[in-house]
């Protein structure tokens, strides 16, 4: 299996952290050197380790906050 690289380029918000220090959290990530993107899954406290998430281009997170707004 090839390995990945990240690189959390801007924290944004932190929507809840458990007992165990994990934060659901909301950052702007660059995947294996590609420009960042929104990101939102659950993050070890020291960041090495991650849950399954979402990551949207620039274009999905604005269409996710227009249609919030609605």
Same mark, same amino acid.
Do not use: C
């Given at each position: 299996? #090839?390995? *990945?690289? *990240?690189?959390?380029?801007?924290? %944004?918000? +932190?929507? #809840?952290?458990?007992?165990?220090?994990? $934060?659901?959290? /909301? @950052?702007? +990530? #660059?995947?294996?050197? &590609?420009? &960042?993107?929104? =990101?939102?899954? !659950?993050? #070890?406290? =020291?960041? @090495? $380790?991650?849950?399954?998430?979402? @990551? /949207? @281009?620039?274009?999905? *997170? !604005?269409? %996710? +906050? =227009?249609?919030?707004? $609605?």
């Amino acid at each position: 299996m #090839s390995e *990945f690289k *990240f690189e959390i380029e801007e924290h %944004l918000i +932190v929507l #809840s952290e458990n007992e165990k220090g994990w $934060k659901k959290e /909301l @950052t702007r +990530v #660059s995947w294996n050197g &590609a420009p &960042a993107k929104f =990101d939102l899954r !659950q993050w #070890s406290p =020291d960041y @090495t $380790k991650m849950g399954k998430g979402i @990551t /949207l @281009t620039n274009e999905e *997170f !604005q269409k %996710l +906050v =227009d249609e919030l707004k $609605k």
